[in-house]
């Protein structure tokens, strides 16, 4: 079955893709829980029913694909290694990318699926050395002429602006962030409303911050370092739970348990968030203050993220239910994989403790790998953790696992984590 969606498809908020299977119990909360509750579902609502508001699709849009589950994938790859060696990583990288390029290079897309798979392919042009892969994402920015996507303040329309940034540092024009920075300007000057959060699912916090760390950066203006952090401080003081230390994808979630009573925590969720803190880091003066909070909200996901491990090496959509569900979910396990392994690169995670864990998952990933090249075991577009089938492949995951691959080649390379990797 080929999914397609069109950019105005809301990140976790189509109800066909989703599959609820959890009771919602009675939660004990603030007023303020409870207007933000009714301020994320309404927001779900909106952006669900809501066609793109006076835009026309292209051909290309109308023909993009996130991806699919088909019947008969073929055989699993039986010529790539799991080992932890530049040159076995950079093979699992290359087969996943070219496939994954044959799919889409002719379906330009602004959508946030595809965005995080363009973070991916830039990372994977740097690492292999093919530049195939950075032209797809150079002509997806020329093709809309480096705008964002259609709704202004939305996290996942802004994504995109990623592999813009990334583009420009690497060929410096003027012009190609123009619409960026006209965008974040008009945005900044808009005030708060305090009844809805502008990033009010976890999943946000991969899609905007690193855009709007990476043009403080670029720009050297304060003001967007200054507004990414405060609208980061709102998602977390809302979403971030103390006791197990993981974010809640959205505030619909607070009471709702799965089946062996537990809280839910999505482990793709959560995985963005990782991922979007790496990425954050990445353009943060290593000066800023406020850059200890993020380096200690990474330590303390990556305490409980690689408690959490299955013995396979990676984990399940259900954080704390892995036992409820048969197969692991790879676009989650490849941002963990991602975030931990980047961790260990800044030296700002303990490589004694997390490189086994980064080589277990990418080990644990490179298994899932088709002799095609398509990476299997990815959850369909959702908001929960769901059900999908061994072969369901979608952009987002693979962005993910090129992105995982660029740092574990990084690893790779220093004997002296390599060492570490296979002590436990």
């Known amino acids: 079955m080929m999914v397609c969606i069109t950019p105005n498809l809301m990140n976790g908020n189509d109800p066909l893709m989703s599959t609820p299977k959890y009771f919602v119990a009675t939660r004990r909360?603030?007023?303020?829980?409870?207007?933000?509750?009714?301020?994320?579902?309404?927001?779900?609502?909106?952006?669900?029913?809501?066609?793109?508001?006076?835009?026309?699709?292209?051909?290309?849009?109308?023909?993009?694909?996130?991806?699919?589950?088909?019947?008969?994938?073929?055989?699993?790859?039986?010529?790539?290694?799991?080992?932890?060696?530049?040159?076995?990583?950079?093979?699992?990288?290359?087969?996943?990318?070219?496939?994954?390029?044959?799919?889409?290079?002719?379906?330009?897309?602004?959508?946030?699926?595809?965005?995080?798979?363009?973070?991916?392919?830039?990372?994977?042009?740097?690492?292999?050395?093919?530049?195939?892969?950075?032209?797809?994402?150079?002509?997806?920015?020329?093709?809309?002429?480096?705008?964002?996507?259609?709704?202004?303040?939305?996290?996942?329309?802004?994504a995109i602006g990623q592999s813009?940034?990334?583009?420009?540092?690497?060929?410096?024009?003027?012009?190609?962030?123009?619409?960026?920075?006209?965008?974040?300007?008009?945005?900044?000057?808009?005030?708060?409303?305090?009844?809805?959060?502008?990033?009010?699912?976890?999943?946000?916090?991969?899609?905007?911050?690193?855009?709007?760390?990476?043009?403080?950066?670029?720009?050297?203006?304060?003001?967007?370092?200054?507004?990414?952090?405060?609208?980061?401080?709102?998602?977390?003081?809302?979403?971030?739970?103390?006791?197990?230390?993981?974010?809640?994808?959205?505030?619909?979630?607070?009471a709702k348990r799965e089946k062996n009573g537990r809280k839910i925590f999505w482990s793709r969720g959560n995985g963005w968030v990782m991922g979007g803190i790496a990425r954050t880091l990445e353009s943060m003066p290593a000066n800023d203050p406020r850059r200890a909070f993020y380096v200690e909200r990474l330590q303390t996901m990556a305490q409980s993220v690689a408690a959490l491990q299955s013995p396979d090496g990676l984990w399940r959509p259900g954080l704390l239910d892995a036992a409820d569900y048969p197969l692991p979910e790879n676009s989650?396990?490849?941002?963990?994989?991602?975030?931990?392994?980047?961790?260990?690169?800044?030296?700002?995670?303990?490589?004694k403790v997390y490189a086994p864990v980064v080589a277990r998952g990418w080990a644990g990933l490179v298994q899932h790998i088709y002799s095609d090249g398509r990476l299997g075991c990815i959850q369909p577009i959702g908001a929960a953790p769901g059900a999908y089938t061994a072969d369901a492949s979608y952009v987002f995951g693979t962005g993910a696992f090129l992105m995982a691959g660029s740092e574990m080649a990084k690893l790779a390379a220093n004997s002296v984590y390599t060492r570490l990797a296979v002590a436990k």
Request: one cysteine or more; hydrophobic letters at 45%; aromatic letters at 12%.
């Open 164 to 254: 813009y940034l990334w583009l420009n540092r690497e060929h410096p024009d003027p012009k190609d962030l123009k619409a960026l920075k006209a965008q974040f300007g008009q945005i900044i000057d808009t005030p708060d409303d305090p009844a809805k959060p502008v990033w009010w699912w976890c999943d946000a916090l991969f899609m905007a911050p690193p855009v709007w760390a990476g043009l403080a950066a670029e720009t050297h203006d304060p003001r967007y370092l200054d507004y990414m952090h405060h609208e980061w401080m709102i998602t977390s003081d809302l979403l971030w739970d103390k006791e197990e230390r993981l974010f809640y994808r959205d505030s619909s979630y607070f």
């Open 332 to 351: 989650g396990s490849a941002f963990f994989v991602y975030a931990m392994a980047w961790g260990i690169n800044h030296k700002l995670l303990d490589a």
């Open 29 to 158: 909360g603030s007023h303020s829980f409870a207007k933000f509750a009714i301020a994320g579902l309404l927001c779900a609502a909106f952006a669900t029913a809501c066609p793109r508001a006076g835009a026309q699709l292209t051909a290309d849009e109308k023909k993009a694909s996130v991806g699919d589950a088909p019947a008969d994938p073929g055989p699993l790859a039986s010529n790539l290694s799991p080992a932890l060696k530049p040159a076995a990583v950079k093979a699992a990288m290359r087969k996943v990318a070219d496939w994954q390029i044959a799919r889409v290079k002719d379906t330009p897309s602004q959508n946030w699926t595809f965005a995080a798979l363009y973070v991916g392919l830039m990372a994977a042009s740097d690492t292999t050395g093919n530049p195939a892969y950075r032209d797809v994402v150079r002509k997806v920015a020329e093709h809309y002429d480096w705008t964002l996507g259609p709704r202004q303040t939305h996290a996942d329309d802004q």
